[in-house]
């Protein structure tokens, strides 16, 4: 069984997943804005805890965004260059749809602070071991986020810690609770990455793009070097 690696670096929280044939390794931190000082002395402490060399990777997962926006420049900037000398693939993952991993439910509506009285926001329903999406991730004030037809949904993000009343509001009765403050977490990005690099769904280092919805693009290596 090889190993793999997942990064998230959207928040001011780090956190790293390590999937190994002993099993599962994590790191998770509060680090503000550390993230370019201390993800690869943790990296490096995570291989050494579980026993496994960088050689033994054979694919590298990271958080795509929405999120901070440097913070996600340099997880994915450590992918790359992993995965660049290792030879070996990456794969891209929605932190939205991370979020959504961590729901208990099967109706997951997701909201994070994104500032500027905005929040990153998408739906999600669990179908077996996956998610469709109801609601496709966006940008929106918090009262003009989409409202769906059924009830039952677990809302979960900053975003309803920061705007509470309003989307509180806004969902009305088709929400049944909240999870205000859960983070995207390295374990549910590599949790997600592992079908696809399975089903050969890993990309080379250099398709490696992040999401930015205020921008609406995804944005390439030359891309965000030129942000």
Same mark, same amino acid.
């Given at each position: 069984?090889? /190993?793999?690696?997942?990064?998230?670096?959207?928040?001011? $929280?780090?956190?790293?997943?390590?999937?190994?044939?002993? =099993?599962?390794?994590?790191?998770?931190?509060? @680090?503000?804005?550390? $993230?370019?000082? &201390?993800?690869?002395?943790?990296?490096?402490? &995570?291989?050494?805890?579980?026993?496994?060399?960088?050689?033994?990777?054979?694919?590298?997962?990271?958080?795509?965004?929405? =999120?901070?926006?440097?913070?996600?420049?340099?997880?994915?900037?450590?992918?790359?260059?992993?995965?660049?000398?290792?030879?070996?693939?990456? @794969?891209?993952?929605? !932190?939205?749809?991370?979020?959504?991993?961590?729901?208990?439910?099967?109706?997951?509506?997701?909201?994070?602070?994104?500032?500027? +009285?905005? @929040?990153? !926001?998408?739906?999600?329903?669990?179908?077996?071991?996956?998610?469709?999406?109801?609601?496709?991730?966006?940008?929106? +004030?918090?009262?003009?986020?989409?409202?769906?037809?059924? /009830?039952?949904?677990? =809302?979960?993000?900053?975003?309803?810690?920061?705007?509470?009343?309003?989307?509180?509001?806004?969902?009305?009765?088709?929400? !049944?609770?909240?999870?205000?403050?859960?983070?995207? $977490?390295?374990? +549910?990005?590599?949790?997600?990455?592992?079908?696809?690099?399975?089903?050969?769904?890993?990309?080379?280092?250099?398709?490696?793009?992040?999401?930015? &919805?205020?921008?609406?693009?995804?944005?390439?290596? $030359?891309?965000?070097?030129?942000?």
């Amino acid at each position: 069984m090889p /190993s793999y690696l997942a990064l998230e670096t959207s928040t001011e $929280h780090l956190s790293l997943a390590l999937h190994t044939p002993e =099993g599962l390794f994590l790191h998770a931190e509060h @680090v503000g804005q550390k $993230h370019a000082e &201390l993800t690869l002395p943790a990296l490096e402490q &995570l291989l050494v805890q579980a026993g496994v060399t960088r050689a033994e990777l054979a694919g590298v997962a990271f958080a795509m965004g929405p =999120g901070s926006f440097t913070g996600l420049r340099i997880g994915c900037g450590i992918a790359q260059g992993l995965a660049f000398g290792l030879d070996i693939p990456v @794969v891209g993952v929605s !932190t939205l749809e991370a979020l959504a991993q961590q729901c208990p439910s099967d109706l997951a509506y997701i909201c994070i602070d994104a500032r500027m +009285n905005q @929040v990153y !926001t998408a739906a999600y329903q669990r179908e077996g071991e996956q998610w469709r999406e109801i609601f496709a991730a966006d940008v929106l +004030n918090p009262d003009a986020i989409p409202v769906p037809e059924q /009830s039952g949904w677990m =809302g979960l993000g900053s975003g309803f810690a920061a705007y509470a009343d309003t989307l509180r509001q806004r969902l009305g009765a088709q929400l !049944t609770d909240t999870m205000s403050d859960a983070y995207p $977490h390295a374990r +549910n990005i590599l949790a997600l990455a592992l079908p696809r690099f399975e089903a050969g769904q890993g990309m080379p280092a250099d398709q490696a793009t992040l999401l930015y &919805l205020r921008d609406k693009v995804a944005l390439k290596t $030359h891309e965000r070097v030129a942000k």
